[in-house]
């Protein structure tokens, strides 16, 4: 056995101590409970919010907390009804939806395991979560996705399907067993409520009740075990620290399968008594400033891609003088907004200054899907650009053997922290130290006013063929200041004598949310004031002066750069942009960088050869 065992698990049947995780005073202090126990406690201030809302038939509706409570009881019951045993796995895909919240919390009730899946996911990752998480239920929300899901669910004995959208279940599907979010709903009208009590009564604030799966970025991915108590503690502190208020209204649009949509979605309506609105699905193709126009939220958390994509399409405008700074906020939505949020990778200092000119102060957070949100956060009163802010409270954050600029790698420790990777106590033993402490992989520093910096990953810092290293984060985006035209700027050269640099063209996507050779807007506009009449990035890449515009902005960054091992000598415009649903960027919009440099290989030896 492992020495350090006694800080994690990898069985989704064990218990993490949450009472020695608790600390003496302030937001640490707050009583660890389960998930049951804060929904029925959220009834008396709560109950009758207006907490979920949708879109159907051009109409919103809404769903109480009480209305929640009692559908998700129902889900428990036809869970049970279906054999579900306690810790057996229930896996949800589709897009956000009062159903996926019901199928989640319903699973939690039960005792299950609830399994968000990526709907980007193929096939073969679906069916590793499948198996992996023991699922025996697997709840999608149209034909497209069920179909995905019954190919990975082949030779899995026992595994029921479910389709929660209101769309009938196509014939082929029904004859392999789906069944309609009705019939499902209908199949626990035997069971008891005592008998779901019971269960109830049984669960711990230490035990698992979420899976969170990893992106997967090199290789299958993991299965973070969640515990009631992480995803309580640390949904409390946010709110608190932000001071959400009941009525508050958020946007819904990132996974409900990644712990953002978790805090945000699922539990703060509990906790503070916010309002959720759920986005339509092609909300990341092009209907995202619709949407905020339309709910126009007070709490929006945006991840750095889309958050530069706010910023392309308004810069434009205010600097030709269309449209007033004072403006901007209405423009896009966020006029009513109070607590603007950035997270899940590094945001540029340009899009920073450019919104708090227009009155809208972003707030950097940092953190991971195995710490179930934040571990440092910047915050109304102390907010530093550019950093991710303090260490938040209750929990322990470090850099381990920094070297002489104070760099290492970012080491934390809390009540936050996961139990384990499901069934891999290897790589659960390589992550979290024999003193408890969980090590991030991420390259940062602290200030000497105690604001965390982090610049980059360990396994992305690239190693010049002189031995030397460098972090390509600051070096992109010196590169992205300078090229307005580049939705992706990507340093590559591992081992190279020098480095150079892969590029994306802004274009539009599919209503599948694919990339197209089609350039966007802002990409067709800035051609043209380059001279050239353009319209498709395969025009634009054969282009003279297009490719002199990427190579005279490169020579600018490159004056700034930090030495000359980060100088970028060559680029190649790739002949299409990079998206979730093409695999190089995560659901969260973080760039899969190795899968880049392996579905580009040729492409970077042919710039190295030539």
């Known amino acids: ?93 589709g897009f956000n939806s009062p159903e996926w919240i019901m199928a989640e919390l319903g699973t939690i009730i039960a005792g299950g395991l609830a399994t968000g899946i990526y709907t980007t996911n193929n096939v073969e990752t679906t069916k590793y979560i499948l198996e992996n998480s023991g699922s025996r239920v697997a709840i999608g929300e149209h034909s497209l996705i069920l179909e995905k899901l019954l190919e990975a669910g082949k030779g899995i004995e026992g595994m029921k399907f479910v389709q929660y959208s209101p769309v009938p279940v196509e014939q082929s599907q029904r004859e392999r067993g789906v069944i309609s979010w009705e019939e499902f709903l209908q199949l626990g009208k035997d069971v008891k409520t005592e008998d779901v009590e019971a269960i109830i009564s049984t669960q711990k604030p230490g035990q698992c009740t979420n899976l969170v799966y990893t992106s997967g970025t090199t290789g299958m991915p993991k299965g973070t075990m969640l515990t009631h108590d992480n995803m309580i503690w640390i949904t409390t502190l946010m709110n608190l620290e932000y001071k959400f208020k009941q009525g508050d209204r958020i946007l819904s649009y990132l996974p409900s399968s990644h712990v953002v949509g978790q805090m945000f979605d699922v ?20 209907s995202l400033i619709d949407s905020l126009k339309e709910v126009e939220p007070n709490v929006f958390l945006g991840v750095p891609r889309v958050w530069e994509l706010i910023f392309e399409k308004v810069e434009v405008e205010v600097k030709t003088g269309r449209l007033p700074t004072g403006d901007v906020a209405k423009s896009i939505g966020l006029s009513k907004a109070r607590i603007l949020i950035t997270a899940a990778a590094i945001l540029p200092l340009s899009v920073y200054e450019f919104l708090a000119d227009a009155g809208l102060p972003l707030y950097n957070l940092y953190g991971t899907t195995e710490i179930c949100g934040p571990a440092a956060m910047n915050l109304p009163h102390a907010n530093k650009v550019g950093s991710v802010g303090k260490p938040i409270q209750g929990s322990e954050l470090i850099i381990d053997k920094p070297n002489s600029e104070g760099e290492g790698e970012v080491l934390i420790r809390g009540r936050y922290l996961f139990m384990g990777y499901l069934k891999d106590p290897v790589k659960t ?167 880049v440099v392996k579905k580009y290989y040729d492409v970077i030896e042919k710039m190295y050869s030539k």
């Not at 640490?28 to 804060?38: C, F, G, K, M, Q």
């Not at 009480?66 to 057996?88: H, N, P, W």
């Not at 959720?276 to 909300?283: L, P, R, T």
């Open 429 to 595: 033993a390589e992550v979290i130290d024999t003193d408890g402490w969980f090590h991030t992989g991420d390259v940062g520093y602290i200030d000497s006013e105690g604001f965390v910096w982090i610049n980059g990953r360990i396994k992305e810092i690239l190693k010049i063929g002189s031995g030397q290293k460098v972090a390509p984060i600051p070096i992109e985006q010196e590169m992205k200041k300078e090229l307005k035209l580049c939705a992706f700027c990507v340093v590559v050269g591992e081992a190279k004598q020098h480095f150079n640099m892969l590029v994306t063209l802004k274009s539009k996507l599919s209503p599948a949310g694919i990339p197209t050779d089609d350039l966007d807007d802002e990409a067709v506009g800035i051609c043209k004031s380059l001279g050239v009449e353009v319209n498709k990035i395969s025009e634009a890449k054969e282009s003279v002066i297009v490719n002199k515009y990427i190579q005279d902005g490169i020579n600018r960054a490159n004056e700034r750069a930090m030495n000359h091992l980060c100088l970028i000598k060559k680029f190649t415009i790739l002949p299409l942009n990079f998206s979730i649903n093409t695999n190089e960027l995560t659901p969260t919009g973080k760039l899969k960088r190795l899968y």
């Open 1 to 93: 056995m492992a020495s350090n065992q006694k800080h994690w698990v990898s069985e989704p049947t064990s218990e993490i101590d949450t009472i020695a995780r608790v600390g003496k005073e302030g937001i640490s202090a707050i009583p660890p409970r389960t998930i049951p126990d804060l929904i029925k406690g959220s009834f008396s201030k709560f109950g009758s919010n207006k907490a979920w809302n949708v879109k159907r038939a051009g109409k919103w509706e809404y769903i109480t907390i009480t209305e929640m409570y009692e559908q998700c009881m129902c889900v428990a019951k036809s869970l049970l009804a279906v054999g579900l045993k306690r810790f057996d796995g229930v896996s949800i895909m």
């Open 267 to 286: 539990f703060t309506p509990f906790i503070s008594g916010c309002e959720v609105y759920f986005a339509m699905s092609n909300v990341l193709s092009g």
